[in-house]
């Protein structure tokens, strides 16, 4: 009996050296592809960074005609549709969180909630365009003339509302399982003392999960960057950059991920081609960045 | 000393550059009740959990020094063997929720995945709950879940899952401070029982525990064993002056 088991035992260990491995495997596998897509990318833009050089960040005429191409327009296209959305967003995927967290966190009423708010990312961005179009651009297009600006009705702000309902739900589900998962003893413990709801969202359970919460939010950001179809739809498609801020928030404009979904298939010679790829070499290092400056500001909130 | 079950002679043990268990030289004997007491954070529990190996599963928790089962270093040992002859029961009840109170007790056969025929099953079941003075309350819910029961109930459940697997030892990490005192007098009566086929080593923080249950007591304090002696010896006459502040109180 003794020695079978010692037999087993050993068994046993070389089946866990094997799942171990399987497991490492598969992480490297990730890891391999993000360095693949990467490697593919950095390769099909040199022909553009070679012929356009470092200039190419700041250049702000995008002109495929002419041959001259700056991702400057895009660029800001892209950060003002993100952040504004990411702004309009959180009040929202804060209170859900909160409400459906803290003060509802059971019955049919919170599942229903929770449900529809996760199923406001399982709705395809093209229907999120269509619907923009044809519900949301009229309405700006009269919010505009009031205003006395021009009324496209598209642009970054139409987009950017669009964007900031479809990113709701990332940071909201997150919200919500993270403010339920904070230990009750410790919310009984400020109840003890005479605090109210509020109070105890504000002073316990905020900063319990803080961080958490500034993590739902980041991936919230980090889909707004990269989204493509909604704000192609929306935003108006036009390379060059606006004179006035009046003009580029409520005028038409593109952002990087939308002048390549827009014009992938008309470039029709290679630095036309490989500046659209670097295009897309440049958003993927302004999502890392945007992520790791997250990362840091997470690992500083967690640690005080 | 050919009786000597559990041996650990100059064994530390650090968390990252946290130096817990220092210099540790102890040596148990088989069939014998033993208490580990001391105030908190001394590595009272840090030694104890580095006897199955449990220790090393905590990231950046480092061991050094011999401690040996037997002959055997426990430490060149496969783990899984060791913990399988060095049974475990913890400070929280901790029955798998997932399992009837019947699974629960062949859990450790299960988890390992030894196949054995469904009588077989039944007679270990049926002397781990006897051994853990269980089977008279659970005999006819065997397959309801294990959670049901009580917190004292429930701890018992873990010391039959323990005794399932016949291990040489089982440690107990502060197993009755969970529980409340008709529980804790329940597990109480059974260490007596149990030491007539186990060995025990248990880590207490109540001190009368320690005086009704063991036979031999040892002292840490700031991670070093003070004090290793005969129980009746360590609470009337204790030779070292830290012992005595801690027995009379005057710290803790």
């Not at chain 1, 529809?116 to 093209?126: C, G, M, R, W």
């Not at chain 2, 469904?118 to 002397?127: G, L, N, P, R, S």
């Not at chain 2, 294990?146 to 697997?165: D, E, H, P, V």
Request: aromatic share 10%; glycine share 8%.
């Amino acid at each position: 009996m003794k020695n079978k088991r010692l037999d087993l035992s050993y068994t046993q260990m070389k089946w866990e050296t094997v799942f171990r491995r399987i497991l490492i495997f598969m992480s490297v596998i990730l890891v391999l592809i993000v360095i693949g897509i990467l490697i593919t990318l950095i390769i099909e833009s040199m022909p553009s960074i070679k012929s356009l050089g470092i200039g190419y960040l700041w250049g702000k005429v995008w002109d495929p005609v002419a041959n001259i191409y700056g991702a400057y327009p895009f660029l800001i296209g892209t950060l003002l549709t993100s952040f504004i959305a990411l702004i309009l967003s959180i009040p929202f995927s804060y209170a859900v969180s909160i409400y459906l967290g803290e003060y509802n966190p059971k019955g049919w009423l919170s599942n229903l909630l929770k449900n529809s708010i996760e199923l406001i990312a399982a709705v395809p961005s093209i229907i999120y365009g269509f619907w923009g179009l044809f519900v949301l651009v009229p309405v700006i297009r009269t919010f505009e003339a009031k205003i006395g600006v021009a009324p496209y009705g598209i642009g970054i702000f139409t987009a950017s509302l669009v964007l900031a309902v479809m990113i709701i739900p990332y940071a909201a589900s997150l919200g919500i399982t993270l403010i339920r998962m904070v230990p009750s003893p410790l919310k009984e413990g400020a109840y003890a003392l005479g605090a109210t709801r509020f109070e105890v969202i504000r002073s316990v359970i905020m900063p319990y999960t803080r961080s958490g919460l500034f993590a739902g939010v980041l991936l919230s950001l980090g889909r707004a960057l990269g989204e493509t179809m909604a704000v192609t739809m929306l935003i108006g498609n036009t390379s060059t950059l606006a004179h006035t801020f009046k003009d580029l928030i409520f005028g038409p404009s593109n952002t990087m991920a939308s002048v390549i979904a827009n014009e992938f298939t008309e470039a029709d010679h290679t630095v036309y081609l490989s500046a659209l790829i670097e295009l897309g070499l440049v958003l993927f290092f302004v999502t890392v960045i945007i992520n790791l400056i997250g990362k840091r500001i997470i690992t500083r909130f967690t640690n005080s | 000393m050919e009786h000597t079950v559990v041996s650990a002679s100059k064994f530390n043990a650090w968390f990252g550059d946290n130096h817990v268990v220092k210099d540790v030289t102890i040596g148990i004997e088989k069939n014998q009740v033993i208490a580990v007491m001391g105030p908190s954070g001394c590595g009272k529990t840090t030694f104890l959990r580095c006897i199955n190996r449990m220790h090393e599963l905590i990231p950046g928790a480092t061991a050094k020094g011999s401690l040996k089962l037997y002959d055997d270093e426990v430490y060149t040992m496969n783990p899984i063997y060791v913990r399988y002859k060095i049974g475990m029961v913890f400070q929280r009840p901790n029955p798998f929720p997932n399992l009837s109170i019947y699974d629960n007790v062949v859990a450790g056969y299960k988890l390992n995945g030894l196949k054995m025929a469904k009588a077989d099953m039944d007679v270990i079941v049926e002397k781990s709950l006897t051994s853990a003075a269980l089977w008279k309350e659970v005999k006819d819910s065997l397959h309801k879940k294990g959670t049901f029961l009580s917190g004292g109930q429930q701890q018992r459940l873990c010391i039959a899952r323990a005794i399932a697997m016949e291990p040489e030892v089982i440690l107990f990490d502060e197993p009755t401070s969970a529980l409340d005192p008709i529980s804790t007098s329940s597990v109480e009566q059974l260490f007596h029982e149990l030491k007539e086929n186990y060995t025990l080593i248990i880590v207490t923080h109540n001190m009368q525990q320690a005086a009704r249950v063991s036979d031999k007591t040892a002292f840490f304090y700031m991670g070093e064993l003070v004090e290793f002696d005969d129980t009746k010896q360590m609470f009337t006459a204790p030779t070292d002056v830290r012992t005595q502040n801690y027995i009379t109180g005057r710290f803790s």
